[in-house]
């Protein structure tokens, strides 16, 4: 029987992320739990991670499991994820074998894979995690590959919190709907990965909010799969998605604003050409100015966060910023997220 993987939000329906942020929220009151008693989880850690490693290992444990942290390549073997390659390069063993052998020992497998920033048209496949789903017998659950879905429940979360203190009537499934929210690009001096705009992107879309993707041009557009998913999200569920380039209309009347910086998909691997472009962009910076254009919006990030670069220190300093409320509800969802998967599983 093919396992059920958390890989993203847009495989899951509406009424089971519900389900998983109901859970969450219990789990936010309530730290402590047996749900995974006896079981355990691998981390599969392809790049650096302090929030990710954290929150996955601490939730594990807090609710009785063992996680065991891996990181291919270098506290492990280096891994081949191409079909009928002649391995004769730096790998070690082929994802085939490693998705099978940790099937045998663990309950779960977590994987964080970036991009390797060269070529999207490979990149957007994310071969790497795709493959460990493929070969696996456990549920595998993405900890950031060209989505962010974890991100997504945890940022979801925060802003119910938020909105559902200011409108106590309302239900948590329509706290959130017919909000204003900008998601907007930032600069950052390297050109970065767009798992968390495209997953702010589906989220947002698919609880009905009234959504605007601000950035320079439209060479920072998103994959035009995410643009989809979040045109068909919005029609679903009484939202709507809008592009552009305007800093000031864009934030006029916004309940929240979301920030994130990301590379230009057209220059995938020609970094240096998208660099001009990218430096003419500084003033996308979120700061104090462009706050007071909002309706008392509030501002979040997923972090870590150039200061006074994406956003200013006034800015992150204020009672409108609710990061730090959005990377606490990582442990949350993450904990719902490995329950849910665990006890499926049997």
Not at 190 to 212: E, F, Q
Not at 270 to 277: H, L
């Amino acid at each position: 029987m093919t396992p059920k993987h958390f890989l993203t939000t847009q495989d899951w329906s509406r009424a089971e992320l519900d389900a998983l942020l109901a859970q969450a929220a219990a789990f936010k009151r309530t730290r402590l739990g047996n749900e995974l008693a006896g079981k355990s989880i691998a981390l599969m850690f392809f790049n650096p991670s302090m929030r990710t490693r954290t929150s996955f290992e601490l939730g594990a444990h807090q609710l009785g499991g063992k996680a065991i942290v891996l990181a291919p390549g270098k506290d492990a073997w280096p891994i081949e994820f191409e079909v009928g390659t002649v391995m004769d390069g730096e790998a070690e063993e082929h994802v085939s074998e490693v998705a099978r052998v940790l099937s045998r020992y663990v309950d779960l497998i977590a994987v964080r894979a970036f991009p390797k920033f060269q070529d999207w048209s490979v990149d957007r496949e994310d071969r790497v995690i795709k493959a460990f789903a493929k070969h696996a017998t456990v549920p595998v659950i993405n900890m950031e590959t060209i989505t962010h879905p974890c991100q997504e429940l945890a940022h979801v979360m925060a802003l119910q919190e938020h909105f559902g203190r200011i409108d106590p009537g309302s239900s948590p499934e329509q706290i959130l709907r017919g909000k204003k929210y900008v998601l907007t690009w930032t600069y950052h001096p390297k050109p970065l990965n767009t798992a968390v705009a495209n997953s702010a992107l589906l989220i947002a879309t698919r609880y009905g909010m009234d959504v605007t993707l601000l950035c320079p041009n439209e060479d920072y557009l998103l994959d035009p799969r995410y643009m989809e998913h979040g045109r068909a999200n919005a029609a679903e569920n009484g939202g709507s998605l809008t592009v552009s380039h305007d800093i000031e209309s864009a934030y006029r009347g916004a309940d929240v604003v979301y920030a994130k910086s990301w590379g230009a998909i057209p220059y995938f691997g020609r970094w240096e050409a998208e660099k001009p472009m990218r430096e003419a962009s500084r003033h996308f910076i979120v700061d104090e100015a462009k706050m007071a254009l909002t309706r008392n919006g509030v501002f979040s990030h997923c972090l870590p966060l150039r200061r006074n670069i994406k956003a200013t220190d006034a800015v992150m300093d204020s009672p409108a910023c609710i990061a730090i409320d959005e990377a606490e509800n990582r442990l949350h969802v993450q904990k719902a997220i490995m329950a849910a998967l665990a006890g499926a599983r049997g």
